[in-house]
């Protein structure tokens, strides 16, 4: 085997790693349904005369949901950083692969080319989804409490 049989596999990477640093896919899509509800009921409780109980839990809830976003953004933001070294050391790679891609490469080399490519980014994604709808679940579950006290169980 030689370095430039991995040129477009350490493309990958980069592209992997660089995409991932850049893309905040669960502020994107896994708050969606907990910032809707939360609008749904600031409507339903603005259009009644709204027991202050449920204003105060409404209130209580959006200063959750901008404090997990505030958490959920600086723990982003560590992978990122993780993300971006990575990309770089990738770079670097493909650097040293366009200089010398007719030589040899080992098997060890080839093996951590193709892990370092492959495998963090998506390792880091799944790790930050995880965590995140983990974390959101009490909030979700409190959302759907207040749903059910304001519109009926099950009528949301």
Same mark, same amino acid.
């Given at each position: 085997?030689?370095?430039?049989?991995?040129?477009?596999?350490?493309?990958?990477?980069?592209?992997?790693?660089?995409?991932?640093?850049?893309?905040?896919?669960?502020?994107?899509?896994?708050?969606?349904?907990?910032?809707?509800?939360?609008?749904? *009921?600031?409507? #339903?409780?603005?259009?009644?005369?709204? $027991?202050?109980?449920? &204003?105060?839990? %409404?209130?209580?809830?959006? /200063?959750?949901?901008?404090?997990?976003?505030?958490?959920?953004?600086?723990?982003?933001?560590?992978?990122?950083?993780?993300?971006?070294?990575?990309?770089?050391?990738?770079?670097?790679?493909?650097?040293?692969?366009?200089?010398?891609?007719?030589?040899?490469?080992?098997?060890?080399?080839? *093996?951590?080319? #193709?892990?370092?490519?492959?495998?963090? $980014?998506?390792?880091? &994604?799944?790790? %930050?989804?995880?965590?995140? /709808?983990?974390?959101?679940?009490?909030?979700?579950?409190?959302?759907?409490?207040?749903?059910?006290?304001?519109?009926?169980?099950?009528?949301?």
């Amino acid at each position: 085997m030689k370095y430039g049989d991995f040129s477009s596999l350490v493309q990958l990477g980069v592209g992997l790693h660089a995409g991932t640093a850049l893309l905040q896919l669960y502020g994107e899509f896994g708050l969606q349904p907990v910032e809707r509800a939360i609008a749904r *009921l600031k409507y #339903a409780l603005s259009d009644q005369d709204a $027991a202050m109980d449920n &204003l105060g839990r %409404l209130s209580q809830l959006e /200063a959750e949901l901008s404090i997990f976003k505030i958490q959920l953004f600086n723990e982003y933001k560590k992978y990122m950083k993780g993300n971006l070294v990575i990309a770089g050391i990738l770079t670097a790679c493909l650097v040293y692969i366009a200089f010398y891609n007719d030589d040899a490469i080992s098997t060890g080399w080839a *093996l951590l080319l #193709a892990v370092l490519s492959c495998i963090p $980014a998506p390792i880091t &994604l799944a790790v %930050l989804w995880v965590d995140a /709808a983990r974390q959101i679940a009490p909030l979700r579950n409190k959302v759907s409490r207040l749903e059910d006290v304001i519109y009926g169980p099950g009528k949301t």
